[in-house]
């Protein structure tokens, strides 16, 4: 088992580095293509790539208020990225869900991000540190998801 001076310097390098990794990600998603993305939009086409969310499924999973996550699921609607059909158990909700554009706009937005941070990874770390990372990256999911 680790210490906790282990775990506090891990907590310690993740709370530097995702503010980069967020950043690198935004700074590609939102400038690869006329119709751009903004990060919030991005984020919520990949939860709904799992499957339609009803508007108070995608807040509370963003963690953002109702009201928020209403404009931003109304602008990808009204881009036609978003679909919206009633829900089947609540006739008060509807359901969410990629239409095939934004499914094609999602995937070719990730693709772009994980091609351009696999150069940048490729070019600057050697094999052993990235196999480190590979190594380390599902054990740091399963501890955030088992907690969060």
Known sequence: MS???????????????LPLLNRTVAAIVQGDAPDSLTM??????????????????????????????????????????????PDTHDRRQQRLSLSEAGARRYAAAHNLAQAQIAASLAGRLSDDELAAVCAALPALQRALTETG
């Open 40 to 85: 919030p939009q991005f984020r919520a086409l990949a939860h709904l790539g799992a499957g339609p969310l009803t508007v108070s499924d995608l807040a509370r999973r963003r963690r953002v208020t109702m009201a928020s996550m209403g404009e931003l699921a109304q602008a990808l609607v009204e881009r036609g990225l978003v679909t919206r059909t």
């Open 3 to 17: 210490t906790d001076a282990d775990a506090d310097a891990a907590a310690r390098a993740l709370l530097e580095t």
